[in-house]
């Protein structure tokens, strides 16, 4: 099960990538169910981000943004679909191969939650001897996008909910994970600190981190799920 992201008053339950794997230019869909403890004031913003470039954070592409509300107690289902990214926006090397995807939710423009996954894009056919063509001679309709529904990352940020509702502190979050890490024992961690990462995995740390301050990180354990 995907690992339950224990806020104040909103609990990430799932995240279901659907329509994968697919072809580059179709939308982003993922079902995510989440649960809410108590009457919220104002809505949930969910926000789909596409990591263009490991370099340059200006190449990000917000592909969608939506407000989610009036949001009722208990448990809560939707869709998030999210348009492809422009690719004359994408740096013309950097369209092929691993990138990331980031799903983030916030409230009163106070970002909680943050899903990350690998995106592998491939050009079906082609013969991996010769270099691949670039953008715009590449042709979209034979790229693959394939997102590793079950490595995701997982980033916490406590929050200040309503006049009346503090978020765990981050010694508190801290237990959480390490709780869910206990329990999940048997996962693969995605980076071993003992080795140097690789440029992927550089690639999603630095995307896991921007505009982010005292984050909790997690690899979530789950079982890859896709229609």
């Known amino acids: 099960n995907f ?19 697919c072809n580059f230019e179709n939308p982003f869909q993922f079902e995510i169910t ?12 969910w ?20 407000l989610v509300g009036p949001v009722p107690v208990g448990i809560n289902k939707f869709v998030l679909q999210a ?14 191969g691993v990138t990331v995807v ?16 690998y995106v592998n894009n491939e050009l079906l056919g082609h013969d991996p001897e010769t270099p691949p ?9 034979q790229v693959q996008r394939q997102i590793l529904a079950d490595k995701p990352r997982v980033t916490k940020f406590p929050i200040t909910w309503d006049d009346s509702h503090v ?21 693969q961690q995605l980076e071993n600190d003992s080795q140097p990462m690789s440029a992927v995995e550089a690639k999603m740390a630095a995307a896991m981190d921007r505009g982010g301050s005292a984050a909790i990180t997690s690899a979530a354990d789950v079982s890859m799920q896709m229609d």
């Not at 224990?6 to 794997?21: E, G, K, Q, R, T």
């Not at 348009?83 to 092929?96: H, N, S, Y």
């Open 83 to 96: 348009d492809a990214p422009l690719p004359q926006q994408l740096p013309p090397d950097e369209i092929l």
């Open 133 to 141: 063509p670039v953008y715009p001679q590449l042709d979209l309709k």
């Open 47 to 66: 926000k789909v981000l596409y990591v263009g470039s490991a370099h340059d954070a200006g190449k990000d592409q917000v592909l969608d943004e939506i």
């Open 167 to 187: 978020a765990m502190d981050t010694n508190t979050a801290s237990q959480q994970v390490s709780n869910d890490e206990n329990h999940n024992h048997n996962q």
């Open 3 to 21: 690992i339950s992201l224990i806020m104040a008053l909103v609990n990430v339950v799932n995240m279901v990538v659907l329509d994968n794997p």
């Open 34 to 45: 989440f649960e809410c403890l108590q009457e919220l004031e104002d809505d949930l913003e």
């Open 102 to 117: 980031l799903v983030t939710c916030s409230y009163k423009e106070r970002e909680f939650v943050r899903v990350g996954y």
